[in-house]
């Protein structure tokens, strides 16, 4: 937000409750994408919006959506009941949230002798099904919707929702509602839509979307892109420090005790690894006193419930003293919470784009804010020239070491804390698990590689006292001196390390003494083997199995295919026939995807 421009400045008036809307917010100026983006988008122009993050692309749409909704009529009563003007479509629950608390703030000023505008939520609850969604919809008759993909999805699949008069369609995050785990939901949502009508995308790295873009159905679609030659804000600083994985948790302390910040958001990989940390995080602040008694720690993931998700992010974003946010990429895009002065990046995302959307959550809209990723030393120090290579420059910044006041070493605490119940064990293997997996599909593999990750080392940095057996690391074993996974000597008795609750622990006895009662050699070591088994070996005898189905799919495909290629020898003036229907039909439905598509000339 380097620039900012007058609201008159704007070629047509806004309304004047859109204008008291403003006002109140405390929006002097429009930013850059806002200058830009709402002059088109409210004028019947399709775009795609790429412009770094807390620039303040949410107004950039939301003031022509309600602008639209207004001079198209929407808001009349005769606009007829099942049909909706408007819809925004948000990668998650969070981020719906928010976009429509932006849309209610704007319309707290729409006057009460107006016929009424409203906006519905649409995103999956325990609270709200999508019938209940589509009796409120019906009752309330609201033009504008924001929601998640497949609760969007459900809903627009409902006989009561009419989407025929749908005149325009926002995805924000685009990028990501485009990638492979949304594109699916997306393109069903879009298909339903009628094709006269316009299209935005908005998302700070719209680029990574590359050709997906044009699958929006976008007509003659206008680029906006604001300050393309940087990747983040001037307000943010972003910097990195190198560590070893077993000292990582040490230095997140140390900047919890030592730094100055209102609010921080720390990144981990996986939903189990937050858990794990935060449990463990509470235990040292709460029992070992070794972290700041004022500040409060709270813990969001996917996994958690809707309501929950919600409460912990507004007692977060409301909470006057200094807090911490322990989370995954789940809250990587578009959140915008004012006082987070300070990112912390436990470990680089998989995906590039992301690193920019995590930094991105301080340093938003002129306020400025330090975004800190922590390296492992050795081959992961690479990627801040990959990063420099796109244009995202990274400062070194030392981390002071933390001197705890502990009785024994940081290791050997945590792994105390471990032993304390058998169920921490179990979920500090999986979180261990879970993070090797993350790690292997990092994008950039050649940075990130399995072969020169420290796994003894994360291990430790887990709390773990002996490796799982997985294959991804069980094959590096013989490189270091690990005897059968300890990493402790001497090694734990497992048998008698028990869980803390009473149900599981009769459980795991019963389970047993059964295994003693078997006097079969062979039967014997098969269940122990089971018990045994790696996590990994599990599911990947899951894959296996798929991948077996996939073999033989590929193989059958490839017998039809010869067999169809001999045929088509002998019956070379019938297949000719054939080939020319299917050409045919080809270019009828290239003709129409075409017309579907729009092209990237006029941007
Ligand atoms: N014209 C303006 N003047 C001052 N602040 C503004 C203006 N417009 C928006 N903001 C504020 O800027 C912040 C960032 O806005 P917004 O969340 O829309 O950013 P964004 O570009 O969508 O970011 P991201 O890419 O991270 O989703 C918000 O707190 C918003 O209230």
Not at 278 to 298: A, C, G, R, T, W
Request: aromatic share 10%; net charge positive; glycine share 4%.
């Amino acid at each position: 937000m380097v620039e900012s421009l007058s609201w008159d400045s704007l070629d047509y008036p806004l309304q004047p409750w859109i204008q008291t809307a403003i006002e109140v917010m405390g929006f002097q100026a429009m930013t850059a994408v806002q200058a830009s983006t709402i002059p088109l988008f409210a004028r019947n122009k399709d775009v795609v919006v790429e412009s770094v993050t807390g620039s303040g692309k949410t107004i950039a749409f939301v003031i022509p959506l309600l602008e639209k909704i207004i001079s198209e009529g929407a808001n009349s009563a005769s606009f007829k009941k099942g049909h909706f003007h408007s819809l925004v479509i948000t990668p998650t629950r969070e981020l719906s949230n928010q976009i429509q608390s932006v849309i209610n703030s704007f319309l707290a000023h729409y006057p009460d002798d107006m016929p009424p505008v409203k906006s519905q939520l649409l995103i999956g609850t325990a609270q709200k099904t999508v019938r209940d969604n589509v009796a409120d919809f019906l009752r309330d008759r609201p033009q504008l919707l924001v929601g998640t993909p497949g609760r969007v999805l459900e809903f627009l699949q409902a006989p009561a929702v009419k989407t025929s008069s749908c005149s325009m369609v926002v995805l924000d995050e685009a990028d990501r509602l485009l990638d492979a785990d949304f594109f699916k939901d997306t393109e069903s949502i879009l298909r339903t839509l009628p094709k006269q009508r316009r299209t935005g995308l908005f998302s700070a790295t719209i680029s990574e979307a590359g050709q997906q873009i044009f699958k929006t159905g976008l007509r003659n679609p206008v680029k906006v892109s604001v300050n393309s030659e940087r990747r983040g804000p001037t307000s943010l600083g972003l910097y990195y420090t190198v560590v070893r994985p077993e000292q990582k948790l040490q230095n997140l302390i140390s900047i919890f005790n030592h730094y100055k910040f209102r609010k921080c958001l720390v990144y981990f990989p996986t939903c189990m690894s937050v858990t794990l940390f935060y449990s463990f995080l509470q235990y040292l602040q709460k029992e070992k006193k070794v972290v700041e008694q004022d500040l409060q720690i709270f813990s969001l993931y996917g996994k958690l419930q809707t309501a929950s998700r919600t409460k912990t992010l507004d007692t977060f974003t409301e909470t006057p003293s200094q807090a911490v946010l322990l989370t995954t990429d789940v809250a990587a895009r578009g959140i915008d919470i004012q006082d987070v002065d300070l990112v912390i990046q436990l470990d680089p995302p998989t995906d590039t784009s992301v690193f920019l959307h995590r930094a991105g959550r301080t340093g938003r809209a002129n306020r400025t804010g330090k975004a800190v990723t922590f390296l492992n030393e050795g081959r992961e120090e690479d990627f801040i020239p990959f990063l420099k290579v796109k244009d995202i420059h990274l400062k070194s910044i030392e981390i002071k070491s933390e001197d705890f006041s502990l009785e024994g070493d940081f290791y050997d605490v945590f792994k105390g804390w471990i032993l304390e119940d058998r169920a921490r064990f179990d979920l500090s293997v999986r979180s261990y698990v879970a993070f090797i997996r993350y790690y292997s599909n990092h994008s950039a593999s050649s940075i990130f590689r399995l072969q020169s990750l420290d796994y003894v080392g994360v291990a430790r940095m887990y709390g773990l006292f002996r490796l799982p057996r997985m294959p991804e690391i069980t094959r590096y074993f013989q490189d270091v001196d690990i005897k059968d996974g300890w990493i402790v000597q001497p090694p734990i008795d497992m048998d008698r390390y028990a869980y803390k609750d009473k149900k599981r622990e009769r459980a795991r006895l019963e389970e047993l003494k059964n295994i003693e009662k078997i006097n079969d050699k062979k039967k014997l070591k098969f269940e122990l083997k089971k018990k045994n088994m790696a996590w990994s070996n599990k599911s990947q005898s899951k894959e296996a199995k798929a991948e077996r189905k996939a073999n033989m799919t590929l193989k059958r495909k490839a017998i039809e295919e010869q067999i169809a290629r001999e045929e088509e020898r002998e019956n070379s003036e019938l297949s000719k026939d054939w080939k020319d229907e299917v050409l045919s039909r080809k270019r009828k439905q290239m003709k129409s995807t075409n017309e579907l598509q729009g092209s990237f000339d006029d941007l």
